[in-house]
């Protein structure tokens, strides 16, 4: 019989060896597909084992880098609430320091307005006739208007 697989030969002794060959040549193949499987399934476990040690040591590099990280993070977290503190010091004694400057200006201005109060201004006299010593040119000025004995000894 052909296409089955089976050859049939003419006695029953004979067609049962030729089955049994059959069946032999077919178990070596499974046989042998099994071991190829097999073969193939140890290469796949040896690459993935390579491939979960490598993920297995990025995993503990990135661990200890979280790790630094983590501790970095908090020192400047621990920099910067000290910054704040000293900041807000700062910031309230500049207050202090600006208040204090606004108070300064306005005894200088009031002190301006004083002084200006206090000065003599003298009409008719040209702009720059005093030289370089307006002291000296204000006495002599002063002491040819003024009658001699009329202004005491302190002038």
Do not use: C
């Amino acid at each position: 019989m052909v296409g089955t697989g089976r050859l049939r030969s003419g006695t029953g002794a004979g067609r049962s060896q030729d089955v049994a060959v059959q069946d032999n040549h077919k178990l070596y193949a499974v046989l042998a597909a099994v071991e190829r499987i097999g073969y193939s399934l140890e290469r796949a476990h040896t690459s993935l084992e390579a491939k979960i040690d490598k993920v297995t040591s990025d995993l503990v590099l990135l661990h200890a880098d979280h790790h630094k990280l983590a501790d970095k993070t908090a020192a400047i977290e621990a920099r910067v609430d000290e910054l704040m503190r000293a900041a807000s010091h700062l910031k309230s004694e500049m207050e202090d320091v600006l208040a204090h400057v606004v108070e300064l200006e306005r005894q200088v201005e009031d002190a301006e307005g004083h002084s200006r109060r206090n000065n003599i201004q003298v009409v008719g006299l040209p702009e720059g006739t005093e030289g370089q010593d307006a002291v000296a040119y204000s006495e002599t000025w002063l002491r040819g208007l003024v009658p001699a004995g009329t202004l005491t000894p302190f002038f």
